[in-house]
């Protein structure tokens, strides 16, 4: 098996890429809520409000958004977990 050092190494190198990742869909998030001027809460609003009436570039937009916020939110799950686990 995996000797303490060898396990905490690759922990490591899972919290590097997992912020990393949480970096990288924060600045995605953050040109959606530019784009839009608004959070993803409001946006995702905007998008029931107006079922039936669609405008596709928002639908497109709303779902690659979501994507970026459960992507973002997986890392940060990740991150809890091993930051928080003794080696």
Do not use: C, H
Request: no cysteine; charged share 35%; hydrophobic share 40%.
């Amino acid at each position: 098996g995996l000797f303490k050092d060898e396990k905490e190494a690759l922990k490591n190198l899972v919290l590097d890429q997992a912020a990393a990742k949480i970096r990288y869909f924060d600045s995605k998030i953050l040109e959606m809520r530019s784009k839009y001027k608004m959070s993803f809460q409001d946006f995702q609003r905007r998008i029931e409000i107006r079922k039936g009436n669609e405008v596709f570039e928002e639908w497109d937009d709303f779902i690659i958004w979501d994507a970026y916020e459960s992507a973002k939110s997986y890392w940060l799950k990740v991150e809890t977990k091993l930051s928080g686990s003794p080696g």
